[in-house]
């Protein structure tokens, strides 16, 4: 794309957040992605948060514009026009999340901006209602399914958090 950059990993734990986004003010990068487990915890250092990003309540893109750092959530535009590309027909499906983070929080607003009724799949019994456990889930009919969780990432590819 002809973009003279770098891409780098900062791996970094929660109470570097802070130094992280003064490094960007600083000039010393140009933006971040964010991944598990800062989506949410990245917010309250951001100047300005984008309305989709503020909506979902994650973020996973931050840039440096103007003299202040802004967060956005790219996972939901990436996720909502995956689906609208390929056709997916979700009003009145019954999809199902699995996992409770930033990522899962940009899938259900986009399956929900599509008219699907959205389930979260979770380790761990909650007392919300659309959140159901992996044993309840067996017994439920399933349209669609998607995977927000870290299972089947580097360096445990290959792996599932659905029985087969």
């Known amino acids: 794309m002809g973009i003279d950059a ?3 990993l900062l791996e970094l734990e929660k109470n570097q957040l802070k130094t992280a986004i003064d490094k960007l003010k600083s000039g010393e990068y140009n933006g971040y992605n964010v991944t598990i487990p800062y989506k ?10 984008s309305d989709e990003a503020l909506h979902i309540g994650s973020v996973n893109t931050i840039v440096y514009e103007n003299g202040k750092t802004i967060g956005y959530n790219t996972d939901y535009y990436g996720f909502y026009n995956e689906l609208l590309y390929y056709n997916v027909d979700l009003k009145g499906k019954d999809c199902y999340i699995l996992g409770t983070g930033g990522a899962s929080l940009a899938v259900s607003k986009a399956c929900l901006d599509l008219w699907a009724n959205v389930y979260f799949v979770s380790r ?5 209602e659309n ?11 399933i349209d669609v399914i998607v995977n927000t969780t ?6 445990n590819m290959g792996v599932s958090p659905l029985k087969k």
């Open 131 to 141: 959140v159901i456990t992996y044993l309840e889930l067996e017994h439920r009919n």
């Open 40 to 49: 949410k915890e990245i917010m309250k250092y951001l100047d300005e948060i």
């Open 124 to 128: 761990s019994h909650s007392d919300k």
């Open 150 to 155: 870290p299972v089947g990432m580097y360096p």
């Open 6 to 8: 770098t891409y780098e």
